[in-house]
């Protein structure tokens, strides 16, 4: 199984991005798919997650209104457009996958995670 995650980059506050996480090696059909951030000296936390199946989706408080997480059935990839950054957005970002019965919102029940890609907003 890999996770390929890309689409960082060094913006400016207000500006976009949309990160991608390619999906190979198994079928997700019973997983949640994620994305998670880690910033310098913080714990990993969770950004937004999306069921494969059924395609329900959950923000963190942070990032709602603002980060749009969605997937490609056929393409097996999931997407994060990020809106509005801000600096306090900066962090290195992970996609990981779960088995959708766990708890979506702990890093800790993802089985398979991506390399991660950096995400740097300037004020």
């Known amino acids: 199984v890999q996770l390929q995650a890309s689409g960082g980059g060094l913006v400016q506050a207000g500006d976009s991005l949309r990160l991608t996480c390619a999906a190979s090696?198994?079928?997700?059909?019973?997983?949640?798919m994620a994305w998670f951030r880690q910033a310098p000296g913080k714990e990993r936390e969770f950004v937004a997650a999306?069921?494969?199946?059924?395609?329900?989706?959950y923000y963190a408080d942070s990032v709602k209104g603002r980060f749009t997480i969605s997937r490609d059935n056929a393409e097996n990839t999931v997407y994060l457009q990020m809106n509005s950054l801000k600096p306090e957005d900066t962090a290195v970002y992970y996609c990981?996958?779960?088995?959708?019965?766990?708890?979506?919102?702990?890093?800790?029940?993802?089985?398979?995670w991506g390399q991660g890609t950096q995400v740097t907003v300037s004020s």
């Open positions: 990981g996958a779960a088995l959708a019965y766990s708890n979506k919102y702990s890093p800790h029940s993802y089985n398979y």
């Open positions: 090696g198994r079928t997700f059909t019973n997983y949640v």
């Open positions: 999306i069921r494969w199946s059924g395609g329900s989706t």
